[in-house]
């Protein structure tokens, strides 16, 4: 009869979509250890499993909705230096996350290589661990959806899926200039989104004086540049690329392995390769003279001794 209760129990779980508790369930019922627990702390423990489940698959459909450019991003990843200019103290504050909620963002400018991209991922990681949602962009994309849209018919739609989440990150801003139609875009993008009192990051390599000068509509620009700039904190990088770069050795074995090889040092080479290296070897020495016609490598080949021209066969017949 307890078999039969259990059972009937564990399928009614299922039916309710409460997969979490019924396995903590049954994990229970196959470790004796729990029977020494009180109902309270087995029921507890219960209502624990299943709020963990629906915590993390929240978690992840808002990461995967997110599409971060770089999605294992965190605050606790950034490192800190002084040729950086990022303050320990001004990131501890905004990882609380109360710009979210009162609708401010973030602009964080620097020269490329610099880690803007990180930070900006970084703040969408934690804030969607914290119950946020979140939305990624590069701005030149950004203006192909919305030109797309415009000819779709699916306007309205577009600027509604923008207007939805809490953040909104405007990736490589300035990279292109921003036409008449996509000034307004982006325009309506902020306004929806100020009344909203949600969040827009932005990442740029030109300092914030210079962005008016990507918008073509210079009234859509002073907009843009009050809504956002006057209510957004600021984070300037500064210091060499942090990409990874190749050593001096690495390098030039990369460069040996791209570039066409000559005949020196191809012994088991064919003749036509070898008739290649031997082009490239007279068209650098060519150019080294000045030779006119080599600025494209071209070189014009002498034809051998003792070679009829082309047709002299036809016509002794």
Same mark, same amino acid.
């Given at each position: 009869? &307890?078999?039969?209760?259990?059972?009937? *129990?564990?399928?009614? !779980?299922?039916?309710?979509?409460?997969?979490? =508790?019924?396995?903590?369930?049954?994990?229970?019922?196959?470790?004796?250890?729990? !029977?020494?627990?009180?109902?309270?702390?087995?029921?507890? =423990?219960?209502?624990?499993?299943?709020?963990?489940? %629906?915590?993390?698959?929240?978690? /992840?459909?808002? !990461?995967?909705?997110?599409?971060?450019?770089?999605?294992?991003?965190?605050?606790?990843?950034?490192?800190?230096?002084? /040729? %950086?200019?990022? *303050?320990?103290?001004?990131?501890?504050?905004l990882s609380g996350m109360?710009?979210?909620?009162?609708?401010?963002?973030?602009?964080?400018?620097?020269?490329? +290589?610099?880690? /803007?991209?990180?930070?900006?991922?970084?703040?969408?990681?934690?804030?969607?661990?914290?119950?946020?949602?979140?939305?990624?962009?590069?701005?030149?994309?950004?203006?192909?959806? =919305?030109?797309?849209?415009? #000819?779709? +018919?699916?306007? @309205?739609?577009?600027?509604?899926?923008?207007?939805?989440? @809490?953040?909104?990150?405007?990736?490589?801003?300035?990279?292109?200039?921003?036409?008449?139609?996509?000034?307004?875009?982006?325009?309506?993008?902020?306004?929806?989104?100020?009344?909203?009192?949600?969040?827009?990051?932005?990442?740029a390599q030109m300092p914030?004086?210079?962005? $008016?000068?990507?918008?073509?509509?210079?009234?859509?620009?002073? +907009?843009?540049? #009050?809504?956002?700039?006057?209510?957004?904190?600021?984070?300037? !990088?500064? +210091?060499? *690329?942090?990409? $990874?770069?190749? $050593? #001096?050795?690495? =390098?030039?074995?990369?460069?040996?392995?791209?570039? $066409?090889?000559?005949?020196?040092?191809?012994?088991?080479?064919?003749?036509?390769?070898?008739? &290649?290296?031997?082009?490239?070897?007279?068209?650098?020495?060519?150019?080294?003279?000045?030779?006119?016609?080599?600025?494209?490598?071209?070189?014009?080949?002498?034809?051998?001794?003792?070679?009829?021209?082309?047709?002299?066969?036809?016509?002794?017949?």
């Open positions: 009869m &307890e078999v039969s209760m259990n059972h009937q *129990s564990c399928e009614q !779980l299922t039916q309710m979509n409460l997969s979490a =508790m019924r396995g903590e369930y049954q994990r229970q019922e196959e470790l004796p250890a729990t !029977l020494e627990l009180g109902f309270d702390e087995r029921f507890s =423990m219960i209502v624990q499993a299943q709020f963990d489940r %629906r915590r993390d698959n929240r978690i /992840k459909r808002a !990461l995967k909705e997110a599409a971060l450019r770089e999605p294992s991003a965190a605050l606790s990843e950034i490192e800190f230096s002084e /040729k %950086r200019n990022l *303050s320990k103290r001004q990131i501890a504050q109360s710009w979210a909620r009162e609708g401010k963002g973030i602009i964080v400018t620097g020269a490329t +290589g610099t880690g /803007k991209t990180f930070i900006l991922c970084a703040f969408a990681h934690d804030a969607c661990i914290m119950g946020f949602t979140a939305r990624y962009y590069r701005m030149t994309r950004l203006i192909e959806y =919305m030109a797309a849209a415009r #000819d779709s +018919g699916e306007y @309205d739609k577009k600027l509604a899926e923008l207007a939805k989440p @809490d953040i909104l990150i405007l990736d490589d801003f300035g990279m292109k200039q921003c036409d008449h139609l996509f000034s307004l875009d982006l325009l309506e993008i902020m306004e929806e989104r100020y009344h909203k009192r949600k969040s827009v990051l932005i990442g914030v004086r210079l962005w $008016p000068e990507f918008f073509k509509n210079r009234t859509a620009a002073d +907009g843009f540049m #009050d809504r956002i700039v006057n209510n957004a904190y600021r984070i300037d !990088l500064k +210091g060499p *690329s942090r990409r $990874p770069k190749m $050593p #001096d050795d690495e =390098m030039w074995e990369s460069c040996r392995a791209d570039a $066409p090889e000559t005949t020196a040092g191809r012994a088991d080479s064919s003749e036509e390769n070898d008739e &290649e290296g031997k082009r490239n070897v007279a068209v650098r020495t060519a150019r080294r003279k000045g030779v006119p016609g080599t600025e494209n490598g071209c070189v014009k080949k002498k034809k051998p001794r003792g070679t009829m021209p082309r047709g002299y066969r036809r016509n002794q017949q």
